[in-house]
Nanobody, 126 residues
Framework: QVQLVESGGGLVQAGGSLRLSCAASGRTFSSYVMGWFRQAPGKEREFVAGISWSGINTYYADSVKGRLSISRDNAKNTVYLQMNSLKSEDTAVYYC???????????????????WGQGTQVTVSS
């Protein structure tokens, strides 16, 4: 089992920045593809960013390219999401997720991921 705990959400003005963290339990974190997803009220959960187990390969939704950056520190069992130039449309609950099947590619499909955190709220005021 893997437990994921997000932190770092909050209220920020448009144009501002936040850094989300996701701390994972378990010894096999370094073998998992990790992803960040978000869900706004009345909308489906959507892919935001993903990172390969090594951290070499990263993938982003078109809506966040150039503004959000995903990274990981396998020694700390933590994945991060640096969020810059935030917009009101970024307002959502952000979830981190782990693909526990040791895939080599990042999936943008939520059901691919086996473990989920409880989510952290990000609110961007305009």
């Amino acid at each position: 089992q893997v437990q994921l705990v997000e932190s770092g959400g909050g209220l920020v003005q448009a144009g501002g920045s936040l850094r989300l963290s996701c701390a994972a339990s378990g010894r096999t974190f370094s073998s998992y593809v990790m992803g960040w997803f978000r869900q706004a009220p009345g909308k489906e959960r959507e892919f935001v960013a993903g990172i390969s187990w090594s951290g070499i390969n990263t993938y982003y939704a078109d809506s966040v390219k150039g503004r959000l950056s995903i990274s990981r520190d396998n020694a700390k069992n933590t994945v991060y999401l640096q969020m810059n130039s935030l917009k009101s449309e970024d307002t959502a609950v952000y979830y981190c997720a782990a693909d526990g099947r040791r895939r080599t590619t990042v999936s943008i499909i939520p059901r691919t991921y086996d473990y989920w955190g409880q989510g952290t709220q990000v609110t961007v005021s305009s």
